[in-house]
């Protein structure tokens, strides 16, 4: 049944695929770089940037959760491990000690880089008419790009 699936839809899935698993590495990695922040932020915004930060990394535990299990849906195994989403996140693991600052930018462009990951399985998910996939990363695209909206709204 799962080889039928993949067979009807060949390398179109394959692609949507591909978009998936890159979509669920940056999304868990965000999710820790996100976290990361809430524990360690300090300065005048800490409070507000805290429960931020928690309001988005909590979101988006549940959102790994979605889209590892369409990656399931679509017959192909989820990434589960920090090295294989090392290799397939196209966000940048935070390893330094950023100022409130440093955070939003960062997280401000993060969020960027989710929309661009979201849309490329909406192209792909489009080319074999995958409303589902699509419908997931239009949601997320729109998480995202609201996401980028609140923290940004902390430098004006
Ligand atoms: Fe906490």
Redesign the pocket.
Known sequence: MVERIMNTTSNTTAQTLEALNKLLASSYTLYLKT?NY??NVTGPMFTTL?TLF?AQYTELALAVDEIAERIRSLGAPAPGSYSAFAKLSNIAEENGSPTANEMINNLIADQKIIVTAAKAVVEAAEQTGDKVSEDLAIRRMEVHEKNAWMIRSHLE
């Open positions: 976290h809430h524990w805290h928690e």
